[in-house]
């Protein structure tokens, strides 16, 4: 009878170490120490006290260090220009990416600014890293950089927040212009990162 029982129960116990192997599959090795924020203004926190920019809220709800390497007025190419120096120098364990607003706004092809993003985001994984892209999408205005995120993510299998700003921009009481957000609008960002790279940490 105990024979049958465990018979019977046998594609049970399949089933979920099966479901147990993919989800541990998932998770990638992560080999660095540290979580470094890189990108635009977004990340340096333009709009808000030095210590209520995106990158410092987050080490607050996780109880970590973060490394602001955040420029205002980056675009991809000379983030990759500064790559080493900022990131990969820094044994980078979770890298979290807010760049091409400032190449849509300069009128940069997109061929041109998602090569250089694929390019950083590949180095960083080379490293081990786990890498998060805060997508930018401006209605009307976007020229298709939304569906290049998409892309992106899709081909090398980052994270992707479509619009790292949704429910942010036109919003005053989040804002504290037209593309940066307040203390309070970086917060919702902070948590959305943290949201997509709480189970890594």
Not at 42 to 70: C, E, H, M
Not at 95 to 105: E, R, S
């Amino acid at each position: 009878m105990p024979t049958l029982l465990l018979r019977s129960f046998q594609p049970l116990i399949l089933f979920f170490f099966l479901l147990t192997a993919c989800v541990q599959s998932e998770q990638p090795a992560l080999r660095g120490q540290n979580i470094i924020c890189f990108g635009d203004s977004l990340t340096y926190g333009t709009g808000a006290p030095r210590n209520k920019s995106y990158p410092v809220q987050l080490s607050d709800v996780i109880g970590r260090p973060v490394i602001n390497a955040g420029i205002p007025g980056d675009t991809t190419a000379r983030a990759l220009q500064r790559l080493d120096r900022d990131v990969l120098s820094h044994s980078p364990r979770i890298v979290l990416i807010t760049l091409g607003g400032n190449d849509l706004k300069n009128g940069v092809d997109k061929k041109t600014a998602f090569q250089n993003l694929d390019e950083i985001v590949r180095a960083i994984q080379a490293e081990d890293a786990l890498v998060v892209i805060g997508g930018i999408k401006l209605l009307f205005w976007d020229r298709g950089y939304d569906e290049e995120y998409e892309k992106l993510a899709e081909e090398t299998g980052a994270i992707l927040i479509p619009d790292i700003l949704s429910g942010l921009m036109g919003n005053e009481e989040l804002m504290s212009d037209t593309l940066h957000p307040n203390a309070a609008g970086y917060e919702i960002m902070a948590r959305r990162f943290h949201k997509a790279i709480e189970s890594y940490l």
